[in-house]
């Protein structure tokens, strides 16, 4: 069926470089996004969200890419920081909105 | 503002025993509620979403069931639970279709 999936499932960077989280959906029909991050043990956090009239969104130290060509989704974390080691999930609203589907996640790690 | 609610934070059930976990929002009305559920070091999959009181789809055939009495509150039942129902459980909503979910701060259930 359809699903959203991620290309690199452990990501690690060092501290102070930029981060970049991939990821691919395959229903075109799809038109709303968003990012999400998860600590440990903790319910998501929403970090960022884009339109499909859209292909660019900026909020702070992060940008979210939407190529709907190639169905591709990406999230770009400036300056990562040791805080934004958690796991990263891509979501794809789905059936007319309904429902909100996940990707895998990736874990990013931030090596000080 | 509005607040989710979700409990008990942990739990630890054998296998048979019955299951029934709450959520509640307030500071909103008529909103969608969404039961994801989560395997360690795995994604979020969607189990049971609400749009309306009474109104309950599900998303995979499994032991478990939603139920939503009130507006605002949505509980997740099973019961007599098996060892695949061991996860983290995760309530969210959102006002409106198409726009973003906040999460709970989850259920961790350890069936035994």
């Known amino acids: 069926g359809e699903s959203v999936g991620l290309h690199l499932p452990t990501l690690s960077v060092q501290e102070g470089d930029n981060s970049i989280i991939n990821c691919a959906y395959s229903?075109?029909?799809?038109?709303?996004f968003i990012w999400y991050k998860q600590e440990s043990g903790k319910g998501p956090q929403f970090i960022i969200d884009?339109?499909?009239?859209?292909d660019k969104r900026q909020g702070q130290r992060v940008t979210v890419l939407l190529n709907k060509t190639v169905k591709h989704l990406s999230l770009q974390i400036a300056a990562t920081q040791p805080g934004d080691s958690a796991v990263y999930f891509c979501?794809?609203?789905?059936?007319?909105?309904?429902?909100?589907?996940f990707g895998a996640g990736t874990i990013l790690r931030v090596k000080s | 503002s509005q607040t989710i609610h979700q409990w008990p934070a942990t739990l630890v059930q054998p296998v048979g025993s019955p299951l029934s976990l709450e959520c509640t929002v307030e500071?909103?009305?008529?909103?969608?509620l969404y039961w994801y559920r989560q395997a360690a070091g795995r994604g979020l999959q969607l189990l049971f979403y609400?749009?309306?009181?009474?109104?309950i789809s599900s998303e995979v055939p499994q032991n478990l069931s939603a139920s939503r009495p009130q507006d605002r509150q949505f509980i997740l039942s099973s019961k007599k639970l098996l060892l695949s129902d061991s996860g983290f459980y995760l309530c969210?909503?959102?006002?409106?279709?198409?726009?973003?979910?906040?999460f709970g701060s989850g259920t961790q259930l350890s069936v035994l």
């Open positions: 979501a794809e609203n789905m059936e007319y909105g309904n429902k909100l589907v």
């Open positions: 500071g909103t009305s008529n909103p969608n």
């Open positions: 229903n075109s029909a799809s038109d709303y």
């Open positions: 969210a909503w959102r006002l409106d279709l198409g726009e973003k979910l906040f």
């Open positions: 609400s749009v309306g009181i009474g109104q």
């Open positions: 884009i339109r499909s009239n859209m």
